[in-house]
């Protein structure tokens, strides 16, 4: 019992919550969409939004990672509905083809507003 009071005693300090006053003057980074925030899923994003589709090889090539960076980071988009991931055959060859949906264009739009509008208020306009 000695030994649990002693921990009690030494417990860290709460911490301190920020001013949630200054937020309303420019956005909050938690308002972006941070599935598409991180830097490989924004690539990927931004890729399939310039091209209709791609394939699994081009886009790796594109974006300079391995088979299994793209894999899991191209599965989180899938699963949040942002692109659609087509495999088929060609021949005897397996082919794997990415296109961005309509809600993955439309949470890329939002993002780009976002990181656009904080520049601007950052930079003081």
Do not use: W
């Amino acid at each position: 019992m000695a030994r649990s009071n002693q921990l009690r005693r030494h417990r860290m300090p709460e911490p301190t919550r920020p001013d949630r006053s200054a937020q309303h003057t420019r956005p909050a980074a938690a308002e972006l969409d941070r599935l598409i925030h991180e830097r490989m899923r924004l690539g990927i994003v931004s890729a399939l939004a310039a091209n209709e589709a791609l394939s699994f090889n081009d886009l790796k090539k594109l974006l300079a990672t391995t088979d299994g960076n793209l894999s899991v980071h191209a599965r989180k988009l899938e699963e949040a509905k942002y692109i659609v991931c087509e495999k088929y055959f060609e021949g005897r060859l397996p082919k794997t083809v990415f296109r961005l949906r309509p809600a993955g264009r439309t949470a890329l739009e939002r993002y780009l507003t976002q990181m656009e509008s904080l520049i601007h208020s950052m930079r003081g306009h």
